[in-house]
């Protein structure tokens, strides 16, 4: 297929792009600037200005979102309008101009499901309750998304995306893991994850799957609870970096995703067992980078 990425040169869309090129795909990187993986392509594109010309496209990936560095809730800083106009009507041109493709596949977010209590499952057939505008704009693109006609329509929603972080950048937990080798006390957390390589298979299912298998609509793409102590436990057994420990957080206010509808496609993620290995890799490819020398 050949598939138009957006955001590839972001910390979760670079491994969807990449996933997507290592099987076999023909990868154009669609924004402002060029994604840094040999192969993919290039196409300028602004969320701000007229769409591309998506004509020869098979598929469209849509990850790109215009927010304030390292925040998602809480993204639109003290812009709101300019947030809902990049993040939501740069959007719907991307759709307007994707309507003769095959197939749409947009990253949306856990945070549609915003206001349910801690604790609730969630499952896709839960009416989304957004509280916060990054999830109201997520929620509101599905919606145009769903109304399509013509081509398969999949909204991805995502929870926290842990993994490596693209050339010149740094992982979701590298302020963290400083603060701890920095000897700051740290709150108790707990928050549901997925690897980015897990994610970027999740997308190569939706984008391959047979219509009559895969359908539209949505799908949660989660794969367990971390606890903010474990995390940093990992970390310093990995780096010998020390500490103080924060406490256990409470499980019970742990909202997990229910991900059966698309693992009845073949999705497999990685699971707890493989994440010491996994963190040991993200660390190492950032101490690469000569980004992540223990304080």
């Known amino acids: 297929m050949r598939i138009a990425v957006t955001g590839a040169t972001g910390r979760v869309g670079y491994w969807i792009a990449q996933g997507l090129l290592e099987n076999?795909?023909?990868?154009?990187?669609?924004?402002?600037?060029?994604?840094?993986?040999?192969?993919?392509?290039?196409?300028?594109?602004?969320?701000?200005?007229?769409?591309?010309?998506?004509?020869?496209?098979?598929?469209?990936?849509?990850?790109?979102?215009s927010h304030v560095p390292g925040k998602y809730r809480?993204?639109?800083?003290?812009?709101?309008?300019?947030?809902r106009h990049r993040n939501l009507d740069g959007t719907l041109r991307l759709f307007d101009a994707a309507q003769n493709l095959d197939r749409i596949v947009f990253l949306s977010s856990r945070a549609v499901y915003g206001a349910y209590p801690a604790g609730t499952e969630l499952g896709e057939d839960l009416p989304p309750l957004p509280d916060t505008l990054y999830g109201m704009v997520k929620h509101e693109a599905e919606?145009?998304?769903?109304?399509?006609?013509?081509?398969?329509?999949?909204?991805?929603?995502?929870?926290?995306?842990?993994?490596a972080a693209p050339p010149g950048q740094q992982h979701k937990w590298q302020g963290l893991f400083?603060?701890?080798?920095?000897?700051?006390?740290?709150?108790?957390h707990i928050a549901t994850e997925?690897?980015?390589t897990d994610l970027a298979n999740a997308v190569q299912l939706v984008l391959?799957?047979?219509?009559?298998?895969?359908?539209?609509?949505?799908?949660?793409?989660?794969?367990?609870?971390?606890?903010?102590?474990?995390?940093?436990?990992?970390?310093?057994?990995?780096?010998?970096?020390?500490?103080?420990?924060?406490?256990?957080?409470?499980?019970?206010?742990v909202s997990g995703m229910t991900t059966e509808r698309l693992r009845t496609l073949g999705w497999c993620p990685g699971g707890q067992g493989t994440f010491p290995a996994r963190l040991s890799k993200m660390i190492s490819a950032q101490h690469q980078l000569g980004q992540n020398s223990p304080r």
């Not at 919606?143 to 993994?163: C, E, F, K, N």
């Open 194 to 196: 997925v690897h980015a």
């Open 208 to 253: 391959t799957a047979s219509r009559e298998k895969c359908g539209a609509g949505v799908f949660n793409v989660s794969d367990f609870a971390l606890d903010r102590r474990d995390l940093l436990q990992t970390y310093a057994a990995v780096t010998g970096a020390s500490g103080e420990l924060p406490p256990c957080g409470d499980a019970s206010l």
């Open 24 to 65: 076999g795909h023909d990868v154009v990187a669609v924004g402002r600037q060029p994604a840094a993986i040999a192969g993919v392509g290039h196409l300028a594109q602004d969320l701000d200005g007229p769409p591309p010309d998506l004509s020869g496209f098979d598929a469209l990936v849509h990850a790109a979102f």
């Open 143 to 163: 919606i145009a998304l769903s109304q399509m006609s013509g081509p398969a329509t999949i909204s991805l929603r995502a929870t926290g995306v842990y993994g």
């Open 178 to 188: 400083n603060e701890f080798s920095s000897g700051q006390t740290i709150a108790p």
């Open 74 to 83: 809480g993204g639109e800083g003290d812009d709101p309008d300019g947030f």
